[in-house]
């Protein structure tokens, strides 16, 4: 089994800060990929930052230059540091991994519960 604990979300005002965090746990054999997607009310989940399976970085653009997503390989987390929040960022957060059990089952996108983010004066 394996999951994923998400933590760090919260209430902040626009221009603040937020640092997200996201661990996988269980019987993991490697983890592949992980990153955040986000949901805003009535819209469609979209990513926010990743990293592939290469290793590269993926951002939304609306991302680049404010949010940055880093890792810590050997406890298979990865956090995601959030600067010049705006109104248009608060969403739920969810985590998500590319990962592989011991028993070989393979999950190419499981997902975290999600963390809300709440931007608002």
């Known amino acids: 089994q394996v999951q994923l604990v998400e933590s760090g979300g919260g209430l902040v005002q626009p221009g603040g800060s937020l640092r997200l965090s996201c661990q996988a746990s269980?019987?993991?054999?490697?983890?592949?990929?992980m990153g955040w997607y986000r949901q805003a009310p009535g819209k469609q989940r979209e990513l926010v930052a990743a990293?592939?399976?290469?290793?590269?970085?993926n951002y939304h653009n609306d991302a680049k230059g404010r949010f940055t997503i880093s890792r810590a390989n050997g406890e298979n987390t990865v956090y995601l540091e959030m600067n010049r929040l705006k109104y248009e960022d608060t969403a739920v957060y969810y985590c998500?991994?590319?990962?592989?059990?011991?028993?070989?089952?393979?999950?190419?996108?499981?997902w975290g519960q999600g963390t809300q983010v709440t931007i608002s004066s």
């Open positions: 998500t991994a590319e990962v592989e059990l011991t028993d070989g089952t393979f999950y190419d996108q499981f």
């Open positions: 269980g019987t993991i054999y490697s983890v592949y990929a």
């Open positions: 990293f592939t399976s290469t290793g590269s970085r």
